[in-house]
């Protein structure tokens, strides 16, 4: 039995709540879209200027500033004036010397300044045997083939690759 | 020799000691050698019980060492606590007695009886050498613990004077009206038969049960006319104390040429350790620490530490660091009687110690100290371990401070003679009395104040 004075059955007032709810979810939703978009573009930007920044989290040693510098700069990158270098590339075979230095940017040097010098392959702190990290071996030309795809090494050519 | 409680003749005695570890036979064998009849009435076994062990040493307990911890370094049987001692060995300081009614001048010929008998030579009690700015070497010594059986033949069964009294308790000290003395003392076992004993003139008791048993003793010595025996300032069971420990919070990678100098051969087997100078201990506000040095291997996963070796090169040497810190004499820090009774009827305790942001932050700016001093002298580095400090937090098994001793009454229990205040006939011995920690471990210390009380209560009477 039905009021005679009930203008809306309780139906027609679910419908037109989730009529309003969808439409509402449409709205918000575009929108969300948008912001997304805008934030993923700007954390994409903040990832590419941030690239070159190591974070070091507080570790317990006590170190000054240019120490933390020098840990962190340790397996940095460097351009050569005459040796071309690849990142994550080794060059097995043809070694002539091998030291243990403090840093890629040491380890390049060496071969920079030295004549019989043709190639070098460095050893990231990154390399998961101890007794390799920071192990830099000065090569003649007869190397064998490189090998790539090897993050934890570094290596360099004096006449191209 | 043993005497089975219904055949003792309390009267014979000129010293009743309640407890039977190293603080009892300290003071005993100190009198008996001024000529002085001993009783040590031990409420354990001869042999250690963990049934009775659970029943005479259960503790409620909150803070930083609960109700588990205590009881681990309470033994119920003859022999007491030095069952469980592991034989570290180290003196308190002059500057460590600075808030005592007595100085190291005066504990010194009693440091060296108690070294003699643990075996351990006179070295170990002023041996030091500078090292670095700001620390001395203060090695620990180590060797075998002294820990009292049944068949420790010189101690139990063979000196003439000396008798021992097992499974008795004293449970109950009797105060005179006037609060000046002891007019009996009651001796229960475990089954809770209880036997009351007169003092006569010229008999003494002593308290020798343990950091928790002499608190335990006076807190459970009231009849609820009055305060407890020892307690008319409220300060029975206050100032506990324990050494924090802290178990590899730190490491250190020091170059080839950089030593620790070495103790003289003589000193015999020993943990290397560094203590702050006295310029340093002031500026850590007057708490005290010692960091062993334990040789380690280089962490190969540790990047930054591979870092500072690859600098240092050949000869580096690594140590894991393992700090014993002192915590301030906290009144609030205190342990009190609660409800229940154990099977002797001394009154259930119950503990609160919390160590306090002083004690953490000394051992942190000891550490920094350390690591500015090590870097200073070359490329050597320090690693503070902070997690193994604020969350590895653990003890020495020393329960301390519970019947501090000083002049004033209102804020100590015992006097410099280890006499209750007030109470001609009743004395504390153990590391009770003690007013402040240092780092040292207690057993030499105690062992030291226990044979001036001897002396003391042998050239008294």
Known sequence: MTSPRRILSRRDALFALGGFAAGGALILGGTRSLRLARERAFAEEQARRAVRVVRLA????????EERAALAERDALRDSDVLEIRDAVDLPGGDFAEERVTSLDACITSCEEDARCMAFTYARTSHPLPEKRQMCWLKSAETAPAVTDTPVYVSGRRDGW | MFVPLPEVNFDRYDILIAGSGLAAVSVARRAQSRGKRVLMIEAGRADYDATVQAALADIRGRGHYDGQ?????????????????????????????????????????????????????????????????????????????????????????????????LEGAVARLNPREDRRGLTSLSVATLEGAARDVPLRTGQSVVLAAGGMGNAQILLSSEDGTGAAVGNEHDQVGRYLMEHPHLYNCGRVVLPPELRVPAAPESFGEHAVALSPDDTLHAALGGLDLSIELLPARPDDEDLTEGYVLSRIGE????????VRSEMAPDPANRVTVTDGRD??????????????????????????????????????????????IYRGLAGGGHTMGTTRMGTDPVTSVVDADCRVHGYENLFVAGSSVFA?????????NLMALAHRLGDHLGGAA
């Open chain 2, 436 to 444: 402040t920690g240092g780092y040292a471990n207690p057993t030499l």
């Open chain 1, 58 to 65: 507080d570790d317990g040693w006590l170190l000054s500033d």
């Open chain 2, 343 to 388: 099977p002797v009827g001394l009154r259930r305790l119950r503990t609160s110690c919390i160590v306090g942001g002083d004690a953490f932050r000394a051992v942190d700016h000891a550490l920094e100290a350390l690591g500015r001093a090590i870097a200073a002298a070359g490329p050597g580095r320090l690693r503070i371990v902070n997690g193994a």
């Open chain 2, 315 to 322: 000869g580096a040497q690594v140590f894991d660091l393992t």
């Open chain 2, 69 to 165: 911890h205590w009881p681990l370094h309470w033994a119920r049987a003859l022999g007491g606590t030095s069952l469980l001692w592991q034989g570290w060995v180290a003196p308190l300081l002059e500057r460590n007695l600075a808030g005592w009614p007595i100085s190291r001048a005066e504990l010194e010929p009693y440091l060296e009886m108690a070294a003699t008998d643990l075996g351990r030579p006179p070295e170990i009690l002023t041996w030091a050498a500078p090292f670095l700015d700001g620390f001395e070497h203060r090695p620990i010594s180590l060797g075998t613990p002294l820990n009292l059986t049944f068949d420790t033949p010189e101690i139990y069964a063979q000196v003439d004077g000396i008798d021992t009294v």
